[in-house]
Protein backbone atom coordinates (compact mmCIF):
# COMPACT_ATOMS: atom_id res chain seq x y z
CA UNK A 1 0.00 0.00 0.00
CA UNK A 2 1.01 3.40 -0.40
CA UNK A 3 1.59 5.61 2.02
CA UNK A 4 3.00 9.40 2.85
CA UNK A 5 5.39 10.66 5.87
CA UNK A 6 5.84 14.09 7.09
CA UNK A 7 8.05 13.31 9.90
CA UNK A 8 7.61 17.38 10.89
CA UNK A 9 4.86 18.06 13.47
CA UNK A 10 6.12 21.75 13.21
CA UNK A 11 8.76 23.66 12.04
CA UNK A 12 9.21 27.24 12.04
CA UNK A 13 10.77 29.78 9.89
CA UNK A 14 11.67 33.83 10.70
CA UNK A 15 10.04 36.10 8.22
CA UNK A 16 11.78 36.71 4.91
CA UNK A 17 14.30 33.11 5.45
CA UNK A 18 13.89 30.25 3.78
CA UNK A 19 12.58 26.90 5.09
CA UNK A 20 12.21 23.53 3.74
CA UNK A 21 9.11 20.98 4.88
CA UNK A 22 10.15 17.25 3.86
CA UNK A 23 7.64 14.42 3.16
CA UNK A 24 9.01 10.54 2.05
CA UNK A 25 6.18 8.21 0.49
CA UNK A 26 6.36 4.55 -0.40
CA UNK A 27 5.49 3.33 -3.72
CA UNK A 28 6.07 -0.03 -5.79
CA UNK A 29 4.35 2.49 -9.00
CA UNK A 30 6.13 4.03 -11.66
CA UNK A 31 4.03 6.61 -12.75
CA UNK A 32 2.36 9.14 -10.14
CA UNK A 33 1.23 12.51 -8.87
CA UNK A 34 2.80 14.64 -6.24
CA UNK A 35 0.98 17.80 -4.45
CA UNK A 36 1.45 20.05 -1.39
CA UNK A 37 -1.65 20.86 -0.20
CA UNK A 38 -2.02 24.70 2.20
CA UNK A 39 -4.22 24.63 4.84
CA UNK A 40 -4.29 27.89 6.63
CA UNK A 41 -6.76 28.36 9.74
CA UNK A 42 -9.28 29.55 7.54
CA UNK A 43 -9.32 25.28 7.03
CA UNK A 44 -9.50 25.70 3.35
CA UNK A 45 -7.44 23.01 1.28
CA UNK A 46 -4.96 25.51 -1.31
CA UNK A 47 -2.75 23.68 -3.64
CA UNK A 48 0.66 24.86 -3.76
CA UNK A 49 2.55 22.57 -6.37
CA UNK A 50 2.75 19.74 -7.99
CA UNK A 51 5.16 17.30 -9.63
CA UNK A 52 4.73 14.80 -12.30
CA UNK A 53 6.63 11.82 -11.56
CA UNK A 54 7.66 11.15 -14.99
CA UNK A 55 9.18 14.95 -15.26
CA UNK A 56 12.99 15.15 -13.91
CA UNK A 57 12.79 18.96 -13.82
CA UNK A 58 11.61 20.47 -10.24
CA UNK A 59 8.36 22.19 -9.70
CA UNK A 60 8.19 25.74 -9.14
CA UNK A 61 5.54 28.32 -8.80
CA UNK A 62 6.72 31.81 -7.31
CA UNK A 63 8.35 31.49 -3.68
CA UNK A 64 7.60 27.80 -3.66
CA UNK A 65 9.89 25.19 -5.20
CA UNK A 66 10.12 21.23 -4.74
CA UNK A 67 13.07 18.79 -4.46
CA UNK A 68 11.99 15.47 -5.55
CA UNK A 69 14.21 13.20 -5.53
CA UNK A 70 12.86 10.19 -7.45
CA UNK A 71 14.92 7.36 -6.23
CA UNK A 72 14.70 8.05 -2.34
CA UNK A 73 10.96 8.88 -2.83
CA UNK A 74 11.16 12.51 -1.15
CA UNK A 75 9.16 15.50 -2.44
CA UNK A 76 10.49 18.36 0.02
CA UNK A 77 9.14 21.79 -0.47
CA UNK A 78 11.14 24.96 0.24
CA UNK A 79 9.65 28.26 0.57
CA UNK A 80 11.49 30.86 0.09
CA UNK A 81 11.47 34.80 1.68
CA UNK A 82 8.44 33.56 3.74
CA UNK A 83 5.72 35.96 4.57
CA UNK A 84 3.44 35.60 7.91
CA UNK A 85 0.22 34.25 4.83
CA UNK A 86 2.58 31.22 4.66
CA UNK A 87 1.89 30.17 8.28
CA UNK A 88 -0.54 27.32 7.98
CA UNK A 89 -0.39 23.00 7.92
CA UNK A 90 0.87 21.34 4.77
CA UNK A 91 0.15 18.66 3.70
CA UNK A 92 1.85 16.24 1.45
CA UNK A 93 -0.13 14.12 -1.07
CA UNK A 94 0.10 11.39 -3.28
CA UNK A 95 -1.72 9.92 -6.56
CA UNK A 96 -1.52 6.85 -8.16
CA UNK A 97 -1.14 6.73 -11.98
CA UNK A 98 -4.36 4.66 -12.32
CA UNK A 99 -6.12 6.03 -9.61
CA UNK A 100 -7.29 9.58 -8.34
CA UNK A 101 -7.41 8.91 -4.86
CA UNK A 102 -5.42 11.66 -2.86
CA UNK A 103 -3.47 10.04 -0.13
CA UNK A 104 -2.22 12.51 2.61
CA UNK A 105 0.82 12.97 5.32
CA UNK A 106 -0.08 13.77 8.31
CA UNK A 107 0.97 17.26 7.80
CA UNK A 108 3.45 19.88 9.31
CA UNK A 109 2.47 22.99 10.87
CA UNK A 110 4.17 25.88 9.99
CA UNK A 111 4.95 28.86 12.18
CA UNK A 112 6.33 32.09 10.58
CA UNK A 113 8.13 34.52 12.98
CA UNK A 114 7.89 38.42 12.35
CA UNK B 1 -11.97 30.75 -3.66
CA UNK B 2 -11.51 27.30 -5.56
CA UNK B 3 -15.00 27.80 -7.22
CA UNK B 4 -16.64 24.97 -4.99
CA UNK B 5 -18.88 25.05 -2.55
CA UNK B 6 -20.41 23.36 0.42
CA UNK B 7 -23.52 23.58 2.90
CA UNK B 8 -23.67 23.82 5.95
CA UNK B 9 -20.70 25.17 6.84
CA UNK B 10 -20.69 23.86 10.76
CA UNK B 11 -23.52 21.20 11.68
CA UNK B 12 -23.99 19.71 15.31
CA UNK B 13 -26.20 17.05 15.98
CA UNK B 14 -26.64 14.39 18.54
CA UNK B 15 -25.81 10.37 18.16
CA UNK B 16 -27.45 8.88 16.42
CA UNK B 17 -28.65 11.36 14.22
CA UNK B 18 -28.45 11.52 9.93
CA UNK B 19 -27.31 14.18 8.18
CA UNK B 20 -26.90 15.24 4.47
CA UNK B 21 -23.68 16.99 3.70
CA UNK B 22 -24.09 18.99 0.02
CA UNK B 23 -21.31 19.94 -2.46
CA UNK B 24 -21.36 21.61 -5.44
CA UNK B 25 -18.55 21.65 -8.10
CA UNK B 26 -16.93 24.42 -10.29
CA UNK B 27 -17.99 24.56 -13.02
CA UNK B 28 -17.07 22.92 -15.50
CA UNK B 29 -16.18 20.19 -13.14
CA UNK B 30 -17.43 15.94 -13.52
CA UNK B 31 -15.50 14.31 -10.99
CA UNK B 32 -16.67 14.79 -7.36
CA UNK B 33 -14.59 13.37 -4.27
CA UNK B 34 -15.49 13.78 -0.60
CA UNK B 35 -12.40 13.18 2.11
CA UNK B 36 -12.98 12.96 5.82
CA UNK B 37 -10.71 15.04 8.45
CA UNK B 38 -10.53 14.07 11.59
CA UNK B 39 -7.68 14.32 14.55
CA UNK B 40 -7.03 10.70 14.70
CA UNK B 41 -7.43 9.39 11.17
CA UNK B 42 -5.88 12.46 9.60
CA UNK B 43 -7.20 13.32 5.64
CA UNK B 44 -9.02 10.11 4.45
CA UNK B 45 -10.15 9.68 0.98
CA UNK B 46 -14.15 7.99 1.15
CA UNK B 47 -15.75 8.45 -2.13
CA UNK B 48 -15.47 9.40 -6.16
CA UNK B 49 -18.62 10.25 -8.32
CA UNK B 50 -17.70 11.16 -12.06
CA UNK B 51 -20.78 12.63 -14.21
CA UNK B 52 -23.22 10.71 -11.71
CA UNK B 53 -21.53 7.27 -11.34
CA UNK B 54 -19.50 6.37 -8.45
CA UNK B 55 -15.63 5.67 -10.05
CA UNK B 56 -14.02 4.19 -6.65
CA UNK B 57 -14.51 3.76 -3.09
CA UNK B 58 -11.91 4.26 -0.04
CA UNK B 59 -12.31 4.08 3.66
CA UNK B 60 -16.04 4.94 3.77
CA UNK B 61 -18.43 3.58 6.23
CA UNK B 62 -21.70 1.48 5.56
CA UNK B 63 -23.72 4.20 7.50
CA UNK B 64 -21.87 6.77 4.84
CA UNK B 65 -23.49 6.77 1.33
CA UNK B 66 -23.07 9.67 -1.38
CA UNK B 67 -24.96 10.38 -4.54
CA UNK B 68 -23.76 12.82 -7.39
CA UNK B 69 -27.49 14.34 -9.21
CA UNK B 70 -27.65 15.35 -12.91
CA UNK B 71 -26.41 19.24 -12.45
CA UNK B 72 -23.44 17.52 -11.07
CA UNK B 73 -23.73 18.44 -7.22
CA UNK B 74 -23.37 16.02 -4.77
CA UNK B 75 -24.38 14.80 -1.32
CA UNK B 76 -23.01 12.49 1.39
CA UNK B 77 -25.39 11.22 3.68
CA UNK B 78 -24.70 10.31 7.20
CA UNK B 79 -26.33 8.00 9.31
CA UNK B 80 -26.82 6.72 13.05
CA UNK B 81 -23.85 8.72 13.71
CA UNK B 82 -21.48 8.32 16.26
CA UNK B 83 -18.66 10.73 18.44
CA UNK B 84 -15.94 9.52 16.27
CA UNK B 85 -17.89 10.63 13.19
CA UNK B 86 -16.99 14.12 14.48
CA UNK B 87 -14.80 15.87 11.73
CA UNK B 88 -14.28 18.15 8.62
CA UNK B 89 -15.57 16.50 5.89
CA UNK B 90 -13.88 17.98 2.25
CA UNK B 91 -15.58 17.88 -1.08
CA UNK B 92 -13.23 18.20 -3.78
CA UNK B 93 -14.08 18.54 -7.56
CA UNK B 94 -11.54 18.29 -10.93
CA UNK B 95 -12.59 18.04 -14.59
CA UNK B 96 -12.46 14.81 -15.07
CA UNK B 97 -11.49 11.71 -13.49
CA UNK B 98 -8.83 11.30 -16.08
CA UNK B 99 -7.69 13.60 -18.66
CA UNK B 100 -7.68 12.68 -21.88
CA UNK B 101 -3.85 12.83 -22.88
CA UNK B 102 -3.22 10.91 -19.11
CA UNK B 103 -2.21 13.62 -16.95
CA UNK B 104 -3.36 14.26 -13.86
CA UNK B 105 -6.01 16.59 -13.01
CA UNK B 106 -6.25 18.88 -10.32
CA UNK B 107 -8.43 18.59 -6.98
CA UNK B 108 -9.97 21.73 -5.91
CA UNK B 109 -11.27 21.32 -2.49
CA UNK B 110 -14.34 23.28 -1.05
CA UNK B 111 -13.95 24.97 2.50
CA UNK B 112 -15.41 21.65 4.16
CA UNK B 113 -18.54 20.90 6.20
CA UNK B 114 -17.44 20.88 10.13
CA UNK B 115 -19.60 18.12 11.76
CA UNK B 116 -20.11 17.98 15.73
CA UNK B 117 -21.58 14.99 17.20
CA UNK B 118 -22.61 14.89 20.76
Known amino acids: AQTVTQSQPEMSVQEAETVTLSCTYDTSESDYYLFWYKQPPSRQMILVIR??????QNATENRFSVNFQKAAKSFSLKISDSQLGDAAMYFC???????????FGTGTRLQVFP | DSGVTQTPKHLITATGQRVTLRCSPRSGDLSVYWYQQSLDQGLQFLIQ???????AKGNILERFSAQQFPDLHSELNLSSLELGDSALYFC?????????????????FGPGTRLTVL
Open chain 1, 93 to 103: AYRADNTDKLI
Open chain 2, 49 to 55: YYNGEER
Open chain 1, 51 to 56: QEAYKQ
Open chain 2, 92 to 108: ASSVAWRLANGNTDTQY
